[in-house]
């Protein structure tokens, strides 16, 4: 997976697109003038903003910069008429000169087809608990069609009016949750109104709808990692709960603060007991959920308790459960999940980050070659933060 790589700019820019969008809708619904759908407040019109537009096309991204300018020196013209009279038809002149001669977009390249669920956001927080939920009804409801290994070649695939898309791919990643959330919920027809995926709102939860979308990010992101070598998306840590010694469970969610983590799959093997090491957090995976038996050189004793930890850990990394021993997953700063270490390495190097940022490499150590492998990956991670566009939102 390679991030985007955004002209400060244009990041700027889907910023105030983003927030104006979502202002728009609190005001809508805040007034009364639009209701709920799946819990949330419902988009009202058919079209949004398309971000993801302004992402490959630079060209309408900087017309829709320029007229924003254009707007907004308007309205300063406009305000200052209002009192200043000796100057009003001047300022009135360059206010309709402003809108007049700006660059306005093309409709059809800037606003896509929205539908009401398309802002909302995931109540499950990627958690374990959520994506095991997900696993089960992604077999019991979608893998006769997309296959158990989300490719779009499941049994059903061959007797659909159009083959399902592949979920190994960016696909989750360009759609905004809110959209493919809809996609579930209302079901998709091709141009020609015929049902190419039936809708499943009478059949599942909502609750449920969010565990699939969980899963199949979960999914291809396993599957991404076994048959290319990274995630096809940034994904972030799932949620879980941990133990740190005698101390009450609590949510992973709530316990880190900016520190980087190291996810060890740890089976109770005397040769598997990692390191302690300063560099990070690490926490412990275990096949029951059981913090296991005391280990001498790990003294902060920090333990996945949720049972379905083990499981999920292996789908991320693309690794079989049964193998899923001696693996550890790294995590940066900011909670995106980030290299693979196996057990049958050697050391950490390059090849074992999934997840690159595709910003410009920056030196973390002041030009200094770093000691070991581990220690340079960790630099790179650093120096080099995952910025991850979603439905042309950045999170």
Same mark, same amino acid.
């Given at each position: 997976?390679? &991030?985007?790589?955004l002209?400060p700019w244009?990041?700027?820019?889907?910023?105030?697109?983003?927030?104006?969008?979502?202002?728009?809708?609190?005001?809508?619904?805040?007034?009364?003038?639009?209701?709920?759908?799946?819990g949330q407040?419902?988009?009202?019109?058919?079209?949004r903003i398309? &971000?993801?537009t302004?992402?490959i096309?630079?060209g309408?991204a900087r017309?829709l910069a320029?007229?924003?300018i254009?707007?907004a020196?308007?309205l300063?013209?406009?305000?200052l008429?209002?009192?200043?009279?000796?100057r009003?038809?001047l300022?009135?002149t360059i206010?309709?000169?402003s809108?007049?001669?700006?660059p306005?977009p093309?409709? +059809? !390249? !800037?606003?896509?087809?929205?539908?009401p669920?398309s802002?909302?956001?995931?109540?499950?927080g990627?958690s374990v608990?959520a994506i095991a939920v997900?696993a089960?009804i992604?077999?019991?409801?979608c893998a006769a069609c997309?296959?158990?290994d989300?490719?779009?070649?499941?049994p059903?695939?061959?007797t659909?009016?159009?083959?399902?898309p592949?979920?190994?791919?960016?696909?989750?990643?360009?759609?905004a949750?809110g959209?493919?959330?809809?996609?579930?919920?209302d079901?998709m027809?091709?141009?020609?109104?015929r049902?190419?995926?039936p809708a499943?709102?009478g059949?599942?939860?909502d609750?449920?709808i969010?565990?699939?979308?969980?899963?199949?990010?979960?999914l291809?992101a396993?599957?991404g990692?076994?048959?290319?070598?990274?995630?096809?998306?940034?994904?972030?840590?799932p949620?879980? +709960?941990?133990r740190c &010694?005698a101390?009450a469970p609590?949510?992973?969610?709530?316990?880190?603060?900016?520190?980087?983590?190291?996810?060890?799959?740890?089976d109770g093997?005397?040769?598997r007991?990692?390191?302690?090491?300063?560099?990070?957090?690490?926490?412990?995976?275990t096949?029951?959920?059981r913090p296991?038996?005391?280990?001498?050189?790990?003294?902060?004793e920090c333990? +996945?308790v949720?049972p379905?930890?083990w499981?999920?850990v292996a789908?991320?990394?693309?690794?079989?459960?049964?193998? !899923?021993?001696?693996t550890?997953?790294?995590?940066?700063r900011?909670?995106?999940l980030r290299?693979?270490?196996?057990p049958q390495?050697?050391?950490?190097?390059?090849a074992?980050?999934?997840?690159?940022s595709?910003?410009?490499a920056k030196s973390?150590?002041?030009?200094k070659p770093?000691?070991d492998?581990?220690?340079?990956?960790?630099?790179?991670?650093?120096a080099e933060?995952?910025r991850f566009?979603k439905g042309?939102?950045?999170?």
């Amino acid at each position: 997976m390679n &991030g985007v790589v955004l002209p400060p700019w244009l990041d700027t820019l889907l910023a105030i697109v983003e927030q104006a969008q979502f202002g728009l809708l609190r005001l809508w619904h805040w007034l009364g003038l639009t209701g709920d759908a799946h819990g949330q407040p419902a988009w009202p019109w058919s079209h949004r903003i398309a &971000g993801e537009t302004l992402l490959i096309d630079l060209g309408v991204a900087r017309q829709l910069a320029w007229t924003g300018i254009a707007v907004a020196l308007s309205l300063v013209a406009i305000v200052l008429a209002l009192p200043w009279r000796r100057r009003r038809v001047l300022l009135l002149t360059i206010a309709a000169a402003s809108l007049l001669f700006a660059p306005w977009p093309a409709p +059809a !390249l !800037l606003f896509v087809p929205a539908a009401p669920t398309s802002f909302h956001a995931s109540p499950t927080g990627f958690s374990v608990e959520a994506i095991a939920v997900g696993a089960r009804i992604y077999g019991q409801h979608c893998a006769a069609c997309h296959g158990d290994d989300g490719r779009g070649e499941g049994p059903m695939a061959a007797t659909l009016p159009r083959w399902p898309p592949t979920l190994v791919g960016p696909l989750l990643g360009r759609r905004a949750d809110g959209e493919l959330f809809w996609h579930i919920a209302d079901g998709m027809r091709d141009d020609d109104g015929r049902l190419v995926m039936p809708a499943f709102a009478g059949v599942l939860r909502d609750d449920e709808i969010w565990a699939v979308l969980d899963y199949a990010k979960a999914l291809a992101a396993g599957e991404g990692a076994k048959s290319a070598g990274s995630w096809p998306m940034a994904v972030p840590v799932p949620d879980m +709960a941990i133990r740190c &010694g005698a101390d009450a469970p609590r949510r992973l969610a709530r316990w880190r603060d900016g520190q980087r983590l190291r996810l060890v799959a740890f089976d109770g093997s005397p040769d598997r007991i990692p390191l302690e090491d300063p560099r990070f957090l690490t926490l412990l995976v275990t096949p029951d959920g059981r913090p296991p038996a005391a280990v001498p050189q790990f003294r902060s004793e920090c333990t +996945a308790v949720s049972p379905q930890a083990w499981d999920i850990v292996a789908r991320l990394g693309g690794v079989a459960p049964e193998r !899923l021993a001696g693996t550890e997953l790294l995590a940066d700063r900011n909670g995106w999940l980030r290299a693979r270490g196996t057990p049958q390495q050697k050391g950490w190097s390059d090849a074992d980050l999934l997840c690159e940022s595709g910003q410009p490499a920056k030196s973390a150590s002041g030009g200094k070659p770093a000691p070991d492998g581990l220690t340079a990956l960790l630099l790179r991670m650093d120096a080099e933060p995952v910025r991850f566009v979603k439905g042309g939102i950045v999170h």
